[in-house]
Nanobody
């Protein structure tokens, strides 16, 4: 089970940190990632981190967003800085033992495990 938290409303230029608490499995050997979906748009990949710590970022968030995980807490994070109105979306975390679709930031809702999402609104 994956449960996201940390979303909210923030002004442009502000910061938020999203968390994704995992339970039921030890996710240290899994690839995990963040995806987002704005109203009327398709779900898109934001960032991913593999079990070895290697990361992928969407071009739109490079240098502003940072993904990390705490294996001891079984928790994934997304630090979001310099937020823009176009970052407004529902943010989902996902995990899978198969890393390819996560590291490629290609949402595959039939694969792996997904959380219910947390809303981020930037005005």
């Amino acid at each position: 089970q994956l449960v996201e938290s940390g979303g909210g409303s923030v002004q442009a230029g502000g910061s938020l940190r999203l968390s994704c608490a995992a339970s039921g499995y030890t996710y240290s050997s899994y690839c995990m990632g963040w995806f987002r979906q704005a109203p009327g748009k398709e779900r898109e990949g934001v960032a991913a981190i593999d079990s070895d710590g290697s990361t992928s970022y969407a071009n739109s968030v490079k240098g502003r967003f940072f993904i990390s995980k705490d294996n001891a807490k079984n928790t994934l994070y997304l630090q979001m800085n310099s937020l823009k109105p176009e970052d407004t979306a529902m943010y989902y975390c996902a995990a899978d033992i198969e890393a390819w679709w996560l590291l490629a930031l290609r949402p595959q809702t039939d694969f792996g495990w997904w959380g219910q999402g947390t809303q981020v609104t930037v005005s």
